[in-house]
């Protein structure tokens, strides 16, 4: 009898135990703490090896270290301890954020860093000898530097110092500069601000594979308006000068500058006043041909030209065209032959690769079909293949393929559903895959170049979340009253009853090419589960103008930006609440960041029967206030576009607001300016209309930091829970 009491008490616990052991979610979890942070491969390539180099942290030494890791043995090989050279340079580690091996692996070159959309390197720089292991400080200046890297051949260092070129040879210990107009406005080997920002540049010149020239832009913003970012922290406020061209104002003039290293003379491509850009230059194999593309100001039309650096002859090689706009990629690759180049167009509708001579004349189109490249990722011309990833399977993934250069024989290597970021080794003989899902964290793992799978370089748990309550994440299809189908995922409320009403929270990004479904590890997938353990439904669809569907679907939005955007996430909420009677219709809102906060707040604006509440962080108001760049390639200039603008904008329809609304801004944001912000507030309480508001002194458009981030979070957690 004892016994079988003591079954039946054991029997129970196996049904309840697991129930007892379902854990809730914190903010403080999420925003405050490491407890979920997942591992990440940062590594650098090195030249002609299979094999790449991390900074990690070195028990031995207690210190971070530089290791060699390589793909064939798997050996872990630890080249030098930051723990080594700060004995030779005292505090050196505390000065350098990044560091590069010369081509050969002799020297080993140590830089600072400065605020960009990627690494951009600068500060004083170190040079390590991996050879004599003597550790030297090559500048020492308060001059501001970037751009600091090798020549192709490692003899040479160059830099930007007061925004003129400069290089430094290795062997001999000299400088030479090599322009020497750079100013506050003249700018030698980098970018302003709205080229590194809607270009993605951030290396403004070009060694030439011979190392006997740089090619550089050279951009003149005197004429661009100057922006004013206040800093209020001090008694005396501190005035920051940003050069920031609004759609319709003046860009900076540029050239193409062509300098000698020998001699140290200079020779321009002058495009005089031109309203153009210069979005990329790149060498041919032949080291005397430059080419570069030029694109005019409304982003409708590109030309790829080839420039004699000798005889100064130009050729336009070809020309894409478009009705809308033409959207600027890294694809152009000439090949070792010196014959050929590979080139991506849209021009049949999908963004799709090109096999061209190099005179200019089409020889084939090597992908196409119903879907977009993605990578270019490795060509391999002994045998006549090219590497790449696609949106064939599904918009929602990436896989990997490869295909011969006539465009057959075309076989996929990725397998698992998910999203693959590839990256060859310098030999193409493996691949690292950054894979994930949208609810698995990324791992890498490596493959040879067939697709074998050989080991797990870095792993994280399938299940970030075990152990925790978490609500069940799907994808949905969408179809508009007009028949478009949208992609939308959807996180149901943890522990969920299908005989409930649910309230239901949008997420929103929405810009022009962009993607937020995806089945990829989904941003901020803690808080929406956080979110989901409180009973909401987490929501996000990709409208019409976002990515990976071909130029006719993104097309639609051009000279109208937010009109079918905001259209289509209204159809979504009707989609769901007409399909899902568990979808409380009283109860739904929306989130959205940047062009996401103006989304959300659009949205909330002109579908306010719909929406019943919205929260807008860091949001463009009116396309009058944001770049050049950007805004004129969807939406043309203020003046060939009037109606466009004032459609387009969130204050034309401030009158409409009902429900409740947050509005959150940086007051240091250098990229969407707080003015949209303070703009929309004024408009808003001049129609004496109720909302929330809340900034932040001197942070920029991440309003990053971690003890920010929480009080951020708390706040729009706080704010949905007590509104919807």
Known sequence: MRKAKLNFILLILIFILPLQAQKKLTLEDIFKTNKFRTNFLFKQWLAGEDAYTTLKYDSLT???????????????????????????????????????????????????????RRLKTGGNFYLYDTQSKILKQITNTEEQQAIIKFSPNGRYISFVRSN?????????????????????????????????????????????????????????????????????EPTYLKVIDQRYPYAGFPNSTVKIGIANVQTGEVKYIDFGNEDIYIPRIQWTKEPEILSYQKLNRLQNKLELIFYNIKTGEQKIILTEESNTWIDVHDYLTFLNDKRHFIWASERDGWLHLYLYRIDGKLVNQITKGEFEIDQLCFIDERNGKIYYTSTEV??????????????????????????????????????IDNYSTITKPPKWKLYDYTGKFIRTLVDNPDDILAGYDKGEVTFEVVETSDGVKLNAWMIKPANFDSTKKYPVLFYV??????????????????????????????????????????????????????????????????????????????????????????????????????????????????????DTIYTERY??????????????????????????????????????????????????????????????PNKDHSIAGRDTRYHLFTLITNFIIENL
């Open 635 to 696: 939406m043309q200039t203020p003046e060939l576009n009037p109606e466009g603008y004032e459609e387009s904008s969130v204050l034309k329809y401030v009158d409409a607001l009902k429900g409740k609304y947050l509005v959150i801004h940086g007051t240091t944001d250098d990229n969407v300016h707080w003015q949209n912000t303070i703009q929309l507030v004024d408009r808003l309480q001049k129609a004496g209309k109720q909302f929330y508001t809340m900034f932040y």
């Open 394 to 431: 599904s918009p929602l993934e990436r896989h990997l393929y490869v295909i011969n250069f006539k465009g057959t024989q075309k076989k996929r290597l990725t397998l698992e559903s998910g999203w693959h970021n590839v990256e060859f080794s310098p030999s193409g003989k493996f691949f």
């Open 509 to 626: 990004y929405g810009g022009p090419g962009s993607q937020t479904v995806r089945n990829a590890y989904l941003g901020n997938y803690l808080w929406y589960q956080y979110l989901a353990q409180n009973g909401y439904i987490i929501f996000s669809v990709d409208g019409r103008g976002t990515g990976a569907r071909g130029k006719a679907f993104r097309g639609v939005i051009y000279k109208n930006l937010g009109y079918y955007e905001s259209k289509d996430q209204a159809e979504a909420a009707i989609y769901l609440v007409k399909k899902y009677r568990f979808v409380d219709e009283k109860r739904i809102g929306i989130w959205g960041w940047s062009y996401g906060g103006y989304m959300s707040s659009l949205t909330l604006f002109k579908f306010g029967d719909i929406f019943k509440l919205a929260v807008a962080v860091a949001p463009v108001t009116t396309w009058k206030l944001y």
């Open 62 to 116: 207690k210190s971070m270290a530089i290791f060699k890791y390589d793909l064939k043995t798997a050996k872990d090989e630890k080249i030098v301890s930051y723990a080594q050279l700060d004995s030779q340079i005292e505090n050196f580690s505390k000065n350098v954020s990044a560091y590069f091996f010369s081509p050969d692996k002799r020297y080993i070159l140590f830089t600072g860093s400065l605020p960009a």
């Open 164 to 232: 003129n070129l400069f290089i430094y040879n290795i062997s001999t210990g000299e400088f030479k500069q090599l322009t020497f107009d750079g100013s506050e406005t003249i700018l030698n080997g980098l970018f302003d601000w709205v080229y590194e920002e809607e270009f993605s540049i951030i290396d403004g010149y070009e060694w030439s594979p011979d190392e006997k020239y740089i090619a550089f832009w050279r951009l003149d913003q005197s004429n661009v308006p100057v922006f004013k970012l206040i800093d209020y």
